[in-house]
């Protein structure tokens, strides 16, 4: 009897990647067979690191600690759309406050609407990394707080911020 892989697609901007993306990204490796690290395009967003940078620099922390089992793409449309394509039936989320609450549980509302099959998930993250966001670390940087943003994230992203300075 073969057993259906067990994929669950974890998407974001990670506009700097963080400890608690990748927080949540290796407790989704115990849970899953492949997860799917999705950095999503926002139009409405203006990045701060180049999506190409993100891709390079996250392939290669995963690559190091989850080989093959965790894939790192780019995708600028429908997160559900990305789902169907890879065969993903679970979207993984977390929240830091209630107002991420609202907003991931309208989003996971109408992508129920769209496909009912492919399921939001909430992980609950240690209090250490749950309050880290990437936009945090983009205003620490930005106003001068280099070594206080440095260590809200993992050491090539680090190490990508250094050269920023």
């Given at each position: 009897?073969?057993?259906?892989?067990?994929?669950?697609?974890?998407?974001?901007?990670?506009?700097?990647?963080?400890?608690?993306?990748?927080?949540?990204?290796?407790?989704?490796?115990?849970?899953?067979?492949?997860?799917?690290?999705?950095?999503?395009?926002?139009?409405?967003k203006t990045p701060w690191m180049p999506v190409a940078?993100?891709?390079?620099?996250?392939?290669?922390?995963?690559?190091?600690?989850?080989?093959?089992?965790?894939?790192?793409?780019?995708?600028?449309?429908?997160?559900?759309?990305?789902?169907?394509?890879?065969?993903?039936?679970?979207?993984?989320?977390?929240?830091?406050?209630?107002?991420?609450?609202?907003?991931?549980?309208?989003?996971?509302?109408?992508?129920?609407?769209?496909?009912?099959?492919?399921?939001?998930?909430?992980?609950?993250?240690?209090?250490?990394?749950?309050?880290?966001?990437?936009?945090?670390?983009?205003?620490?940087?930005?106003?001068?707080?280099?070594?206080?943003?440095?260590?809200?994230?993992?050491?090539?992203v680090a190490d990508y911020l250094k050269k920023r300075?």
């Amino acid at each position: 009897m073969n057993k259906k892989e067990r994929i669950a697609v974890i998407p974001g901007s990670f506009d700097p990647p963080t400890w608690g993306h990748y927080e949540i990204i290796h407790f989704a490796c115990y849970l899953y067979d492949k997860v799917h690290v999705v950095i999503a395009k926002n139009p409405k967003k203006t990045p701060w690191m180049p999506v190409a940078d993100r891709l390079r620099i996250m392939s290669e922390d995963m690559a190091e600690c989850h080989d093959e089992q965790v894939v790192v793409a780019t995708w600028d449309g429908a997160i559900i759309d990305y789902c169907e394509k890879v065969g993903a039936n679970v979207i993984l989320r977390s929240f830091r406050n209630s107002i991420d609450v609202e907003y991931e549980q309208t989003i996971a509302h109408i992508n129920r609407k769209i496909n009912p099959l492919i399921q939001t998930l909430y992980l609950s993250m240690p209090p250490e990394t749950s309050m880290i966001s990437s936009s945090a670390v983009r205003e620490l940087f930005d106003i001068g707080y280099y070594d206080t943003a440095e260590e809200l994230v993992p050491g090539r992203v680090a190490d990508y911020l250094k050269k920023r300075k």
